[in-house]
C-alpha cells in the first residue's frame, strides 16, 4: 500500500518538459505507485490516498497533452512510455490515437530525415504500437520501414544468432523485438530453432556484472520481462528480475524519479512471489 509521504512524490512542478527522460521517469513512477495502491483492482472500494493518486493522474495526463510541444522531438517516443497504460488506469479508455500517433509520426519523420538520437528500436517499438491499434497513419511509409528493418535486422543475426554491429543494449532490444515476431515468412519452418538459439546466446548477458549503465540494464530487465515463458523456472526469472531492479536502484545514472520506481517495483514483485 501506498502512503501520504509517496503521494507527496508526484508533485510534477518541478518535471522539465524539454527533456523526455524526465517525463518517462514520472510515468514510470506514477506506474509504480498505481500497483500499490487500490486502482488495478476496480472491485476494491477506494480510499482517501487512492483518490488522490487517480485525482494526480487526471492532472498530469492533461499536462502532458498541454505540454508536449517543448519536447525535443527525438525524445517523443520516451516521454510517452507509460502514458497509454496510465489513460487506461486513468480514465478507462485508450489514449487518443491522434495524441500519441502524431507524436510518434513527428518521430518517424525526423528519424526518416536523418537523426540518428531517436533509436531504431524504439521507433520499431512505438510503429508497432500504432499498427496494433489499427492506425492508418502507419500503414505506408511507417510500415514500409518496419518490414526493411526487421529484415536488415534478421540477416544482422541469421546465421549467428548475434547482433555483432550493435551494442549490447541494441542488441538486447533487437533480440526482444525479433522474438516477440513472427518471422515464418523469414525462417521458414525454422523459427522456433532460430528463436531458441538467439534467446540462448543473450540469456548469459542478463546477469548484472556492475558495469552496465542504465540503459543497458533496462534492456535486459525488458529482453526478460518478455521472454519470461522461455526461463526453466519462474524462480530463475524472479531472481535476475530482482537482480537487475536492484542495479536499477543503485545505477549512477538512474533519474532519482526512475529510482524510487524500481524500489517500489521490486518490492510488489517480492509480494508477488510471496503471495504464489
Known sequence: MIDSYMIQLLDYSAIDFTNGYEISAYNHLLISLMQHSELLDYRA??????????????????????????????????????????????????????FIGGCYLKSFNERIRGNRLISDTDLYSAISDRIQFRDKAFFDKPLQWQCLTSSEWYNECKSTGKFCNSSLEQSLHKARILLD???????????????????????????????????TLRAKLAFLRSNRQRFNSIRQAYTIEQNLLTALTQSADTHQLDRIAYSLDAQFKTHLAEAM
Do not use: C
Request: no cysteine.
Open 181 to 215: 515476431k513472427d518471422l515464418f515468412a523469414f525462417t521458414g519452418r525454422n523459427q522456433e530453432p532460430f528463436k531458441r538459439m538467439l534467446y540462448n546466446n543473450y540469456l548469459s548477458s542478463l546477469t548484472v556484472n556492475g558495469m552496465e549503465n542504465a540503459e
Open 45 to 98: 472500494a477506494s480510499t482517501a490516498t487512492s483518490r488522490q493518486l487517480l485525482q494526480k493522474s487526471k492532472e498530469w495526463i492533461k499536462t502532458i497533452e498541454n505540454n508536449i510541444t517543448a519536447t525535443p522531438v527525438h525524445e517523443l517516443i520516451v516521454a510517452l512510455s507509460g502514458f497509454d497504460l496510465i489513460h487506461r488506469i486513468t480514465f478507462r479508455t485508450p489514449a487518443s490515437s491522434a
